[in-house]
Nanobody, 124 residues
């Protein structure tokens, strides 16, 4: 069964770093953009970062720009989100998603296939 599987979440202290991974299980990545979204308790799911198939184009939400880095390794069908200088406002369930085209989008509707999410909690 084809699915996207996130991993790497956990409980960390403010100011520390964490790297999330997203692996396509059951098939290789489609030649489309990929993205990360997050959803905090009581809030809507929001865009975090997106990357094109080649990795040459990336977009970030203003709230994470300069702290988070999105990358992908198509040979391993794996996408990553390096998160630095984490703060409590970054606490959320993080989801990876596959885009509908190779153009990285920022809207939920730009992505058609989703993982189940991994919890990231930033707390002292």
């Amino acid at each position: 069964q084809v699915q996207l599987v996130e991993s790497g979440g956990g409980l960390v202290q403010p100011g520390t770093s964490l790297t999330l991974s997203c692996v396509a299980s059951g098939r290789t990545f489609s030649p489309y953009a990929m993205g990360w979204f997050r959803q905090a308790p009581g809030k809507e799911r929001e865009f975090v970062a997106a990357i094109s198939w080649s990795g040459s184009v990336t977009y970030y939400a203003d709230s994470v720009k300069g702290r988070f880095t999105i990358t992908r390794d198509n040979a391993k069908s794996t996408m990553y989100l390096q998160m630095n200088s984490l703060n409590p406002e970054d606490t959320a369930v993080y989801y990876c998603a596959e885009g509908r085209t190779n153009v990285p989008g920022r809207a939920l509707a730009d992505f058609g296939f989703w993982g189940q999410g991994t919890q990231v909690t930033v707390s002292s």
